[in-house]
């Protein structure tokens, strides 16, 4: 059955400062799939697990960080701590006969580019193939 | 510090299935040092056992609380603030912490998050490792600073077995050999000759083998 899942994208400010040009129209004209919400955050080393864990809480049936390659983090460690915290939920998520895929972390370079779409894209399909959420 | 980590999920669901009102409450203490059950580890596990919870279809209302440590009276008082607002205790404290509220809050139900592993050291942020086993008769005079008791596989008292290879434990490879580093430390400290001297045996009475201890100072007793 299709549906329309909520997904909750948190990216780092330097990764996705180019997708808010023009309050995001951009983005729109790209492709960028209408039902996932971007937070920014200053550096994704910042977030915390419980952060994540919140998004599921809330509703959330996807939830995905963006931050910067692992070799050239603005923060120079930042999207490495952020990946560590995914694994964290994605462990938890496990623990729990959850899907450990319904949270994942990217490392795409800084600025608009096509893999942001295909990121979005892609996170779309995979929860929209696994169903709405179990929470 | 008490070294402790987080049981499985699932044991801990387990616990709580039928609990409709939770209180996860921290400890302050030394597992807030040890990044096991403090405020931020019972913010997430509070997060994790609602979501649980509810996707087993149990329906339950989960708090969070801490407390500065659980290991004394006057702090388990504080547990008071919360009356009427729970049905059940989930500790995040190490089994001290448990065993506290249990003794002093007689009709509570308290269950333990953590497993309490060791007494141990951060030598490296994310890492803990033990270094004293609690035994009631230190020996750390005898052996340059370094434990036998907790730190071999074996607690042997007189040197390493023949199980030492290069250095490294043959109960584990990845755990230095603590005769071997006591043997290398007295020598840098010019004083390996005292470890010619023969242990003599141990009388383990001091390590729990006569059941649980206690510890009265009469000049602190009121």
Redesign the interface.
Known sequence: MSFTPDIRLFSCHYTSQQSCVGEGRELQELGFPENVRLSRVNCTGKLEEITLLKAFEDGADGVYVVGCPTDSCHNLQGSQRAAKRVEAVRQALGEMDVEPDRIRMYHLPRGLHPEFIDAAREMNQRIQEMGPSPF | MIVAERK???EI?EMVKDCKKILVLACRGCVTVCSAGGE?EA??LA??V???L??NGCRAEVIEGSLVRQCDKEYIDAIDEWQGQYDAILSTACGVGVNFIANLRPTDNVYPALNTTFFGGSAEQGVWSEQCAGCGNCVLHLTGGLCPVARCAKSLMNGPCGGSVDGHCEINPSVDCVWQMIYDRMGRLDRRQELTAAAPIRDWSTAGHGGPRKRIRDDLTV
């Open positions: 499985p999920l699932a669901l931020r913010e997430i997060s994790l609602r979501l649980g509810k996707k």
